[in-house]
């Protein structure tokens, strides 16, 4: 009988940092939503985010080293923002009028009116920038969907639990009778790449990828769709262990590509995040 190859002990830990994105939303909303800002707070967003308009329309009235400097001036003080709501909460960025719930901006403007039993709140500014908060993740009649600025349907209202990804604007875990899945938002068109037939759905922190693992198998599923018919962007969870490999841990002077690794049975494959290419590891 061949035996088992050894997993390498750069590779051993990885698979255990993988967290449910399920439990990762929930500390994020807890957290976000014990901390509030005081009014006077709320003035010096509101007074941080004019600053914040008032140079971004001054980047499209400038050229050559006027526009530079503009440019160089805008993200620190987008990243100030940022810092300032991470630090204080977005508490206040929820409506509650006469029991039902809705979402404001950064700068306290209306982002979807208050029209539902409750906000699955989505705890970071990538929802709430200016503006431009497009998906929400709301409830009604007992049940959680997606619905846009306007209160379009996207996601029907049909499931136990919804959450939005963390830094990512489009993609959220569904949730219904225990099993997990994930939709895929574009444009108000949606997808359902990832069936609601997982036992969990991971979050890998800096990277689009998105696993998720079914009776102890392991797949995984990244946003670009297949166009060359080389490139394979879902698998189905055949694999008996998947890792990250990252430069830094294989003692490389410079920065490489980031893999996965996976493990079916007593091989092993590399296979880039973006694609599929079971190269034997050696």
Sequence with gaps: MKSKRKIPAWLEKWQSEFRPCVDVCKDLETEALSKQLTPEQQEEVKMMIR??????????RAISDAHKKIWDALFPLEDEIIKYWHENGYYNL????????????????????????????????????????????????????????????????????IYRKPE?????????????????????????PVPVTMDAVYYVQKWDLTLFSKDGKWGWWWHEPDKSGIFKNYSEPLYDEIFVQRWQDRNMDEKVDDYIIARKGDDLHWILYWSIDCHEVT
């Excluded at 914040?52 to 499209?60: A, K």
């Excluded at 039993?117 to 705890?123: D, G, L």
């Excluded at 993609?171 to 997808?191: H, I, M, P, R, S």
Aim: proline share 2%; hydrophobic share 40%; glycine share 8%.
């Design 51 to 60: 600053m914040y308009v008032e140079i971004d329309s001054g980047i499209h």
């Design 168 to 192: 990512n604007f489009s993609e959220f875990v569904l949730v219904k009778e225990g099993k997990q899945g994930v939709a895929y938002l574009d444009d108000n068109e949606v997808t359902i």
């Design 94 to 161: 929820v409506i509650d009028q006469n029991g039902k719930k809705g979402v404001k901006n950064l700068d306290f403007s209306v982002a979807l009116s208050p029209e539902y039993e409750a906000v699955r709140f989505t705890y970071d500014e990538s929802v709430f920038f200016y503006g431009l908060a497009s998906y929400f993740v709301v409830k009604q009649d007992g049940k959680w969907g997606i619905v846009n600025n306007e209160h379009d349907v996207l996601v029907p209202f049909e499931y136990d639990d």
